[in-house]
């Protein structure tokens, strides 16, 4: 698994210190408001999990799986739900937690879904940004780490299932998925 990786871009600690500036921060924003924290899953369970033991406020959370990549490395462009959230989100202050923001594609759609159920408020916090790739015009409220134009792998991200457990980032070597 590890030969496969090119090149480490953050390291675990890297990794951990962010997210809990980020919690740190969170804490302060959303204090007093009862937030629902939506994990997007599968890519963002790794960084949900870490992110909520650095918020010392009263939250509640919840899940929603989507998927639009599959096995491949480019969008399909096209979103699907695979699990509905359990919890009702209207008159709700939402934070969506992500992985990453590429295309945008996957946040654009779920900030849809959310304000058309009438939540009181949608925000968004994203571990990893790759800005070059974006195909709409959208931004986190709250950003981690900025990516190079390359396909990346570890701390919940995936490609064709593989390598979310590795605890860093990093770039997967080309020659990998270009089989
Ligand atoms: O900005 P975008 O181009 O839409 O890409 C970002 C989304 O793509 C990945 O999910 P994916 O569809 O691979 O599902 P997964 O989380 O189960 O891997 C990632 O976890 C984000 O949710
Ligand atoms: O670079 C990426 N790696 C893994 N999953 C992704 N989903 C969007 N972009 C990526
Ligand atoms: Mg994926």
Partial sequence: MLNDIQEVLYDEGQIQAK????GETLSRDFGGRNPLVICVLKGAFVFMS??????????????????????S??????????????????GRDVLIVEDI???????????????????KSVTVATLF?????????????????????????????????????LPFIGILKPEVYQK
């Fill in 50 to 71: 870490d992110l909520v033991k650095k918020m010392s406020i009263p939250l509640e959370i919840d899940f929603m799986a989507v998927s639009s990549y599959g096995q």
């Fill in 73 to 90: 490395t480019k969008s399909s462009g096209v979103v699907k739900i695979i699990k509905d959230l359990d919890a009702s989100v209207e």
């Fill in 19 to 22: 997210v809990k500036e980020l």
């Fill in 101 to 119: 923001i590429d295309s945008g594609l996957t946040l654009s759609y779920l900030i849809d879904v959310l304000e058309r159920r009438n939540a």
């Fill in 129 to 165: 940004d790759k800005p070059a790739r974006r195909a709409v015009d959208l931004e986190a409220d709250y950003t981690g780490f900025s990516l190079p134009d390359e396909f990346v792998v570890g701390y919940g991200l995936d490609y064709a299932e593989q390598y979310r457990n």
